[in-house]
C-alpha cells in the first residue's frame, strides 16, 4: 500500500465528498497529502481526521494559487477537484435561456478558472523536475448536453478539453507532466442528500436517480479515488490526456442524457 510513496500531492475541495476520499487515498497509499478548500472549519476537520495539514485555497482566487507557489514551490500529484454546481443556494434558473451571466460566470470562476489556475500552477511546480500528475475532476455532465445545468455542464466539458491541451503542451515540452481527467457520473456524496431525503421514501428516490444507469446503483466517492491513485501512481505513466468515464456504464448506453 505505497503506490504513491515520497510523492507530495495537493487535493483541492478536499473538506468531503470525492476530494476527501481522494485526500484518503492518496495518504493511504503512502503520500504526503496538503488539503485544500474554501471551507475551512470543513477543510480543518477533515485534514485532521486523516492526519495531514490544511490550507484554505480558493481555486478561483490567483493570489490564493501564487501564495501556495510561494510556500510549495515543488509538487507531483495536484488534483483539480473543487467545483461547484450553481445550486448550491438552492433552485435557480440555469437552462441556457434563463440563466443569468452572473450565475453563469459564478459556475465558470470556480470550475474553469480553478482548474486553469490548477493547472498552471502544477505545471511551474513539476516543470523543474519534468515529472509528475496533474488530474482534473470533470463529469458525465462535460461529455453530454444537460439543459437545466448550462452552465455546470460547459465548465466540465471545458475542463475536459483544457485537460488534453495541457498533455499535449507539457509533451511539446519533453517533460514527463501528465494531465488526465476524471468523469463521473452519480456518485454519492453530500450533495445528492437534499435530493434523497430520509425515511422509506430514500431508497425509492435513490433508485429513480439510476433507473438509467446499466449497474442500477450508485457510484462511491472510494471507486472514483481509485482511479485518481492510479493516474497519480507510476502505474500510469504512459497515460495522458485520456479521460476516464466512471459511470455504471451510462455513456456506454444511449440513455447517457438525462431528461
Known sequence: MNRLAGKHCIVTG???GIGRAIAVAFQAEGGTVL??????GGG????????CPFRRLDVADEADWLALAVAV??????VNNAGVTGFEAGPVAHDPEHASLADWRAVHRVNTDGTFLGCRYAIRAMKARGTGSIINISSRSGLVGIPAAAAYAASKAAIRNHTKTVALYCAQNGWQIRC????PAAILTPMWEPMLGEGPERE??????????PLKRFGTAEEVAALAV???????????GAELNIDGG???GSAAAPG
Not at 230 to 240: F, G, I, R
Request: glycine content about 2%; aromatic content about 2%; cysteine-free.
Open 14 to 16: 478536499a473538506a468531503r
Open 35 to 40: 488539503l485544500t478548500d474554501i471551507d475551512v
Open 44 to 51: 480543518e476537520r477533515a485534514a485532521h481526521e486523516i492526519g
Open 73 to 78: 514551490p515543488e509538487v507531483d500529484v495536484v
Open 180 to 183: 488526465n481527467s476524471i468523469h
Open 204 to 213: 425509492r428516490r435513490m433508485a429513480a436517480l439510476v433507473a438509467d444507469t
Open 230 to 240: 492510479m493516474l497519480a501512481s507510476d502505474e500510469a505513466t504512459y497515460t495522458t
Open 250 to 252: 451510462l455513456l456506454a
